[in-house]
């Protein structure tokens, strides 16, 4: 009885300890010593929570043997919850009164709300679950709070480009680049101390119009000689003229944006397919044939 | 042995859902339909997480009555936890080569990164845990890191003051105001739509100097007819001429930034005093003598 009140006690504490710091890497040999327990009896507790978070289908306990190993948890999404999401975004997203003068969209609400940066983050974390990322990078400033969400549910470093550089950036690489439109020249800059050479970036952005941000990230990446994983936008404009980029993958596409008629209609963005692929990917993983720890190298 | 490994998956994956998503609120009913248990066995399981996370001052489940009620975390990070996290930062904090030309003191990478981040969001949280916020509010770009961090762990949504108005925040209300320095005058905007009047607001930002950029956000407040309840900043610099605020709390106070000697100098604070009153308020709230169910209104 004792005995069974202390794993339970056990089981509670390592499943908010691992939910907690998602892709954060605790040492088995900590965790036993915290719980004055063997070794073996934690890895059968991880076992658990492993079998729990895999059969919900909210992620996985992973285990890395060797002196850089340990575990840690990754997070997932389910179908269900992913399709609610986006379901709950873009009946958000219509609401007429978010339309502003001049054909823009109000999203600022949205993403200062925890019950829609939770989600997104989770969303991000589930598509690129095994994926090697070591930076999200954005620029200034309404990509900021879905970098900062992604790279919660990632446990990855957040680099945010700048609009205009800042003394207290340090020397910085600037570069500029010209709006999709065509119209403006803008200018960007990222402090030099923030990348070494060789990351593997994800870009995340708010909103993709012609697509002249998203590309001007990618070329401030190629200064820093560091790799775009992917790009990631919340929301993309309609298609009305040809795009800078086409290599993106948005959460929501509008389709319609009238100003006049006062009309806003949004679909499901082309996440769709990286989100089945990162299901196949699970369901490999999980599958029996395979030994779950790796005792790889750790990414 | 069937109905001993049900509750133990139910326990631990009740703890992931409502460790994940600090101050959200879920409802006994739908807990009781998702695992097909028994309300009283809900009941039971959210208390034995509730005596685990108390015992290991991690935070507490809070069950409210009613037809608003429900149940949620509300995390807490015990005093070894956050002096661990206040030491690794002031250590952070001393590297010499932060000190940029002009005796400006480079900390965007610790903005950027998780293991910063995720415990100042919790500090923020366990400072406010039992006080009736309803925004977290700052002003762009530095600042955001940390209202999103303490966001994320009070479960609050996060207002963003911007230095220039856009045109997709809709009409704005707009305040100059005069940087602490006495030297420039500096304008922020905040999106008419943001705030509903009565508004409780903690304030976030990452530096404080002469204290102008604090003040230009309480007023920013009171165009809102918001109500400040704390002020927090992670870094306040030397105290070398008169503030214009006082009454703020830092996490980390420098006392010597001397470009020349290439020294920094820095100690814990003036949130400790909010914390050991934190401290003593979770005393008297797990005190026996209490019930622990109020019943009573959610704030």
Redesign the interface.
């Known amino acids: 009885m004792q005995n069974?009140r202390r794993r339970?006690?056990r089981?509670?504490?390592l499943?908010?300890r691992l939910?907690?710091?998602p892709y954060?890497l605790f040492s088995l040999g900590a965790f036993a010593e915290d719980y004055g327990a063997a070794k073996s009896s934690i890895s059968e507790d991880l076992a658990?929570?492993k079998a729990?978070?895999e059969?919900?289908g909210?992620g996985t306990v992973r285990t890395f043997a060797g002196a850089q190993g340990g575990v840690r948890f990754e997070?997932w999404m389910g179908p269900e919850a992913a399709e609610a999401f986006v379901l709950r975004l873009l009946q958000e997203i219509e609401q007429p009164e978010r339309l502003?003068?001049?054909g823009?969209?109000?999203?600022?609400?949205l993403l200062?709300?925890?019950?829609v940066?939770?989600p997104f983050g989770r969303l991000i974390a589930t598509l690129y679950w095994d994926e090697a990322i070591d930076w999200i990078m954005t620029v200034?400033?309404?990509g900021?709070?879905l970098a900062?969400?992604a790279?919660?549910w990632l446990?990855?470093?957040?680099?945010?480009a700048?609009r205009d550089s800042q003394?207290?950036?340090?020397s910085v690489v600037t570069i500029n680049y010209v709006s999709g439109s065509g119209l403006r020249i803008q200018t960007m800059s990222l402090?030099r101390?923030?990348m070494p050479p060789g990351a593997r970036v994800l870009l995340i952005d708010d909103f993709l119009r012609g697509g002249g941000t998203v590309r001007g990230l990618a070329e401030l990446c190629r200064e820093f000689q560091a790799d775009v994983v992917d790009t990631v936008v919340l929301i993309e404009s309609p298609a009305s003229a040809p795009r800078l980029v086409d290599d993106y993958r948005s959460i929501i596409r509008l389709t319609a944006l009238d100003d006049h008629g006062r009309e806003i209609r949004a679909e499901a963005g082309g996440f769709r397919s990286a989100l089945d692929a990162a299901y196949r990917r699970m369901r490999r993983y999980q599958s029996p044939e395979r030994t779950h720890d790796e005792g790889g190298e750790r990414r």
Chains 1, 2 share one sequence.
Do not use: N
């Not at 823009?104 to 609400?109: A, E, K, N, P, Q």
């Not at 003394?167 to 340090?170: A, H």
């Open positions: 069974r339970t006690t089981l509670i504490d499943t908010r939910t907690e710091a954060a658990m929570i729990v978070l059969a919900e909210s997070p502003l003068p001049g823009f969209l109000y999203i600022t609400d200062g709300r925890p019950d940066l939770r200034e400033t309404k900021i709070p900062y969400a790279a919660f446990g990855r470093p957040v680099a945010i700048r003394i207290t950036e340090g402090s101390r923030t």
